[in-house]
């Protein structure tokens, strides 16, 4: 997926990318756009008599796509309202029926404008109209994710030291320098072009706790195995590596904490993300 670099609307907004879906009688717009404030999803609704348009910053996108996973995947009576705050906006969640059948409206709410909503149909078969709507936010997400690689590898590679304990060293050659394939797997965004002979074992993992991510990639040099742990913010990223001979101390460490903090994170399902009564019908 190639992203547009094309002017956006107006005013310092650039437009990176563009989707359009229908479902059923309505038209919805997605475009990824950046100004000089940050990066954000506009999402737009159009019928033949009304439009509606909802603002997403960059950082939600994947809360959207997981949100909309959890209802695709709840049966009818199991589907909850939810509620996701982001930065200074709150979005609900919230699904519904009419006479053309179940929907989920999404609202927005900030303190810079007015209240915003859109109506997203289920769509005829299995949810096939959510279906098509979480596979454009997948597509979005990762585009957005791999045009910020370049940035994250670059800063990634100006804090890198010889004293990490892995066997990394500070020396940037070109090879190691230049931006990242497109091809990469969105599992596997923590790859970097081998330093120091090191090598990916192939085991990745990656978690999402409140608006960050943390990549787990497993990786060996002529020092041994470590293992690295990335955190990733935004357009912001950290790393750090952590040898195999201190990966067992680290578990127990991280269980110690567990334990000491289990009563308050238990039924914890997302620090921004709760469940509400669903609004009167």
């Not at 404008?113 to 979005?140: K, Q, Y």
């Not at 957005?144 to 030291?161: H, I």
């Amino acid at each position: 997926m190639e992203l547009n670099s094309a002017g956006g609307g107006g005013g310092n907004d650039v437009e990176l990318l563009s989707k359009t879906l229908q479902v059923e009688h309505k038209l919805f717009y997605f475009d990824l756009k950046e100004n000089p404030r940050g990066r954000y999803l506009k999402i737009s609704e159009k019928t033949s008599a009304t439009r509606s348009t909802i603002i997403v910053p960059s950082n939600g996108v994947a809360w959207f796509l997981d949100l909309f996973n959890y209802y695709l995947n709840s049966d009818d009576q199991d589907a909850l309202s939810k509620e996701l705050q982001l930065d200074s906006k709150v979005f609900y969640f919230d699904v519904g029926d009419n006479r053309r059948g179940r929907f989920l409206k999404i609202s927005e709410a900030s303190v810079s404008r007015n209240r915003s909503t859109i109506i997203v149909p289920a769509g005829a078969g299995r949810d096939e109209g959510w279906a098509a709507f979480r596979t454009i936010l997948a597509e979005i997400s990762e585009a957005a994710r791999l045009s910020d690689l370049p940035n994250q590898l670059e800063s990634e590679l100006a804090g890198l030291s010889d004293d990490v304990g892995a066997g990394f060293i500070s020396s940037r050659s070109s090879q190691a320098a230049a931006a990242p394939s497109m091809e990469l797997n969105v599992d596997r965004s923590s790859d970097l072009p081998p330093l120091d002979d090191s090598t990916d074992l192939g085991v990745s993992k990656v978690i999402r706790a409140d608006q960050k991510r943390f990549f787990f990639d497993l990786g060996s040099n002529n020092r041994g195995h470590f293992l690295r742990i990335s955190e990733v913010t935004g357009s912001d990223r950290s790393s750090i590596i952590l040898p195999l001979s201190g990966l067992k101390q680290f578990y127990e460490m991280v269980g110690h904490f567990v334990e000491v903090t289990k009563d308050r994170i238990e039924g914890m399902t997302g620090a921004n993300v709760r469940t509400v009564d669903p609004p009167p019908r």
